[in-house]
């Protein structure tokens, strides 16, 4: 992270500070009220002005130890000792507005339209199914305490054991197997294994990364082959590189907005203007989906029928082991997602509650009311925690901003939304999948490998090196949850190998 200089502005005579900083690591600017200005340069994270907002305690700064700093339990105020003549001053921290979580769940709902979409036609259902299983998904998790900043939703990583199920044996087996799946994930809560998530190390964390990055990147050239197919691949990829260009270069002049929604609504009304003849949401859509209104709304599922199923043995059997496969998958991702929320934000979970435990419960519950009103659920999502995060969310209200925006979607706006191009969403999800990607932590692995340094310690970052490719590999080209598995038993393994051996 390149830190940029600092203006500290300092006063003897005064102990009250205030600073505004965004809600991921970033350089502040702190002032006092005095008129004397003392520049600061950071260059490091241990230095004491280049600090995360998030961290519990720094180290003391290099050019004065005893300045040292010490976050309150609340997150909101920073406590200086030893700053001037020897007092203790309190930092108060501007937390991201509503207004700036609101707009970063608006761009996570517009992300999660077509692949909501498409999660519904793979499963064999209506598309208002998968749009609901968002929206239901994105409101329950964060009022019962997922970890802040995730966004829960229609996973496709989910869909992949379902649709297996119901295409087989029919989409009626759908509920029981959700409801199963998400009790199953409620015994994991409650008897509190979500801490295994610890397992995963940096490494490994990293491959999976890479894997859904790329397996995210690509699964973009649908819409291209499709525009290719329909005569018009030039406006699309112009749309999409209008798009990108958008999202990147934006906020360097402001970041008032997120990026990716400017993005999305530049290039859908540049594409409406020039009557490009472009894929919309609404023509790959069956017919339907978008006309809005109350009939949207979903219904109850027919309980007679599911409690006739599962006091079927046959039927549990059944489906049992689709509902392990769903489980085992939400479970890794939405762990991981917490994880990553982490790594871009330096916060780490609160110590007043178990955070990995709830996200777990609250992604449980939100599976549970998903199957009674006939969705599929889903889980944590990290392409679109990535982009909350950098559209300037963060908070539990961003993630219940996307639930709401897409449900007034749905209900409201569906003609409206029906309209956006499909290369300007392609577009969105090229520079996710770019954020996904690992860089910095792979190419640190590499460089470590590389850097002279002998014997035992070459040895073991070659294991962590190997870790990281074979869980990307895996991930990319197998299972997201087998690659992780398999990055863990490998990582460990080895590393358990060499050490028995290095030490005889």
């Not at 793979?122 to 994105?138: K, R």
């Not at 020039?274 to 809005?292: N, V």
């Not at 996307?402 to 520079?431: C, D, H, K, Q, W």
């Not at 991930?475 to 051996?501: D, E, K, M, P, T």
Request: proline share 5%.
């Amino acid at each position: 992270m390149v830190m940029l200089p600092l203006l500290l502005l300092l006063s003897s005579s005064s102990s009250a500070w205030a600073f505004s900083v965004a809600p991921r690591r970033s350089s502040v600017v702190i002032s006092s009220g005095g008129s004397r200005l003392y520049p600061v340069v950071a260059k490091e994270p241990s230095q004491l002005f280049s600090f995360d907002p998030f961290k519990k305690s720094y180290p003391s700064h290099r050019n004065n130890p005893s300045y040292s700093t010490t976050w309150e339990k609340n997150k909101s105020a920073l406590q200086l000792s030893g700053c001037g003549n020897n007092e203790s001053s309190t930092i108060t921290t501007t937390p991201p507005t509503r207004i700036q979580e609101a707009l970063a769940g608006l761009t996570v709902a517009f992300s999660l339209l077509s692949k909501a979409i498409a999660c519904s036609a793979i499963v064999g259902v209506n598309p208002l199914v998968g749009l609901w299983s968002s929206v239901i998904m994105g409101i329950t998790a964060p009022l019962i305490g997922s970890r802040a900043g995730v966004i829960s939703g229609t996973a496709a990583v989910v869909i992949v054991p379902l649709s297996a199920l119901t295409v087989t044996h029919g989409v009626e087996y759908m509920p029981l197997c959700i409801i199963l799946s998400a009790i199953l994930q409620g015994l994991f809560g409650v008897f509190n294994l979500a801490k295994t998530a610890d397992l995963v190390s940096e490494e490994v964390l990293s491959g999976f990364l890479n894997g859904l990055g790329f397996i995210l990147l690509f699964s973009q050239a649908k819409v291209f082959k499709a525009a290719k197919a329909a005569g018009a691949l030039v406006p699309a990829v112009g749309m999409a590189s209008l798009c990108f260009s958008i999202v990147q270069l934006l906020p360097l002049v402001t970041k008032a907005v997120p990026s990716s929604l400017v993005g999305l609504v530049v290039a859908t009304g540049l594409g409406m203007m020039l009557k490009l003849p472009l894929a919309t949401l609404e023509s790959t859509a069956p017919a339907g989906t978008f006309s809005g209104g109350l009939s949207s709304l979903p219904s109850l599922i027919d309980f007679g029928q599911l409690r006739s199923m599962a006091t079927s043995s046959s039927a549990v059997k059944l489906v049992m082991p689709a509902a392990i496969s769903i489980m085992i998958i939400a479970l890794v991702e939405t762990l991981l997602a917490g994880k990553v929320v982490d790594d871009m934000t330096g916060k780490t979970d609160d110590a007043d509650y178990d955070v990995p435990k709830r996200s777990v419960l609250a992604m449980s519950t939100g599976n549970l009311v998903s199957a009674f009103l006939g969705g599929f659920g889903g889980c944590g999502l990290i392409p679109q925690t990535v982009l909350n995060l950098k559209s300037g969310g963060g908070g539990p209200f961003s993630s219940i901003s996307y639930a709401l925006a897409m449900a007034s979607f749905v209900l409201f706006f569906a003609p409206l939304v029906g309209r956006i191009s499909e290369a300007a969403l392609a577009g969105i999800m090229i520079t996710v999948a770019y954020d996904t990607v690992a860089w910095n932590s792979s190419f640190k692995s590499i460089k470590a490998v590389m850097t002279k340094g002998g014997g035992a310690t070459r040895v073991q970052r070659l294991i962590d090196l190997f870790a990281l490719g074979l869980s990307s590999y895996i991930c990319y080209f197998g299972n997201l949850a087998v690659g992780i598995i398999g990055g863990v038993v490998a990582q460990r393994g080895l590393h358990s190998i060499f050490n028995r051996f290095s030490k005889d």
